[in-house]
């Protein structure tokens, strides 16, 4: 069951299961959506000192909870920010004090920030600089807000985060309110859990978050080169449409492009599949690694495919199967945690039973209409790395 409930102002998802960890979350509209050119990162170093932001623990949470078999994390992405921690019965009220201070009023210390500032160098230097490039130039076309053009700009962040003060840290947690934070209540806990958060939880007041327009809509192929004997291609497709069958969507998608690409043609050793669901909306990413003479008529043959998929009906057979890893999934290792953060964008979760019955509705007609409105060509934006530039065109 899941009971949708306000504690001091702010929207909380209660969902009982019965297994033993108790998961609390908070999920805040926050992240390089929120950036310019000059604060890229900002939300990342706040995500750092936010953690360790708790009195209690000293200098670092992470150690102070692990100390005592209790887990806790965080990520920060396009637009949201998470912070969850879980752990047992016994340890439920320091959780939830912990928890409610870091969201609604931590304590920032400088030392915490400089140590920060550190991880977070250390951090953006362990990413892949090839993979990199082509993010960074991909956003930079794909989006209009620039936060997010920034957002893959590690060589900028590095010397944004560097310079941070403590004060602007401070500025982008302010923007914390009741409005854009949703808490998530998820396990075996007791509803002795409200009183504790109506307990530590402080009210922050501020305005409700606009509608946004995030996309530039480009239709371009754009040549990054690099060294490499191999040639990486990365398609994206914006679109404004939410679905509850996006993990059909890009499995499916996965299986029948694999099928005619490597099984097939060997042209190719896998592909790369991801459908990012957020405030903007949903993008689709097809990424490929292909050998410099065969990128050519992959390129055109993912587009002939997805040609296919907009007009021709798929075989009842794909769809059963799909259905079938589906329940699987959902009785394994789905994350229903990931699946209810996303409720700060929309209205009206389903529950665990109501999710799996609705893996019937998945179709042949209703993956066709996915792929019209997830992977609209008109609007596709082609980037890619090679040593030297290729004839790629959208024409075919
Ligand atoms: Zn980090």
Same mark, same amino acid.
């Given at each position: 069951m899941i009971v949708k409930k306000k504690i001091q102002g702010y929207p909380f998802l209660f969902i009982h299961e019965p297994n033993k960890v108790i998961h609390l979350e908070a999920v805040v509209h926050s992240g390089f959506i929120h950036e310019t050119k000059y604060t890229t990162g900002v939300?990342?170093?706040? +995500?750092?000192?936010?953690?360790?932001? =708790? /009195?209690?623990? #000293?200098?670092?949470? !992470?150690?102070? =909870? *692990? #100390? *005592?078999?209790?887990?806790?994390?965080?990520?920060?992405?396009k637009s949201i920010m998470k912070y969850y921690i879980q752990g047992t019965k016994p340890d439920i009220p320091d959780m939830v004090r912990y928890l409610s201070t870091i969201i609604t009023h931590a304590l920032f210390s400088g030392s915490t920030l400089q140590k920060e500032k550190k991880a977070v160098v250390d951090e953006l230097l362990d990413l892949n600089v090839d993979d990199n490039k082509l993010n960074d130039v991909f956003h930079k076309h794909f989006y209009?807000? /620039?936060? !997010? @053009? $920034?957002? +893959?700009? %590690?060589?900028? @962040?590095?010397? !944004?985060?560097?310079?941070?003060?403590? #004060? +602007? %840290?401070? #500025? &982008? $947690?302010?923007a914390f309110n009741t409005e854009n934070i949703l808490f998530l209540v998820y396990?075996? $806990?007791?509803? &002795? !859990? /409200? &009183?504790?958060?109506? @307990?530590?939880l402080k009210p922050k007041v501020g305005r409700l978050l606009p509608d946004i327009d995030c996309f530039t809509n480009r239709h371009d192929i754009i040549f990054t080169k690099y060294n490499k004997k191999i040639t990486t291609i990365l398609l994206g497709f914006p679109s404004n449409l939410q679905t509850y069958f996006l993990p059909y969507f890009k499995l499916l998608l996965h299986d029948l492009l694999f099928e005619e690409l490597r099984t097939k043609h060997h042209y190719i050793y896998d592909i790369k599949i991801d459908c990012e669901a957020f405030r903007c909306g949903t993008v689709t990413y097809i990424q490929l690694q292909v050998q410099p003479d065969n990128a050519m008529i992959v390129f055109h043959s993912v587009l002939k495919c997805l040609k296919q998929y907009q007009t021709q009906l798929i075989s009842e057979v794909e769809v059963d199967g799909i @259905?079938?890893?589906?329940? $699987?999934?959902y009785q394994t290792t789905y994350s229903y945690i990931d699946y209810y953060s996303f409720f700060i964008h929309q209205k009206n979760p389903l529950t665990k039973k109501q999710l799996i019955e609705k893996r019937k509705e998945f179709t042949p007609k209703v993956f066709r209409q996915l792929c019209r409105e997830l992977c609209s060509l008109n609007k596709a934006l082609c980037v890619y790395q090679n040593k030297t530039p290729l004839n790629f065109t959208f024409n075919i």
């Open positions: 939300n990342h170093l706040l +995500e750092h000192v936010l953690i360790s932001s =708790w /009195e209690k623990c #000293k200098t670092s949470c !992470i150690d102070y =909870w *692990r #100390k *005592r078999g209790v887990y806790v994390n965080a990520s920060t992405d209009s807000i /620039e936060g !997010i @053009q $920034y957002a +893959e700009d %590690v060589s900028l @962040q590095l010397k !944004i985060v560097n310079t941070l003060t403590l #004060k +602007e %840290v401070q #500025k &982008s $947690y302010d396990g075996s $806990y007791d509803s &002795s !859990i /409200e &009183s504790l958060f109506h @307990q530590y @259905q079938k890893s589906m329940f $699987y999934k």
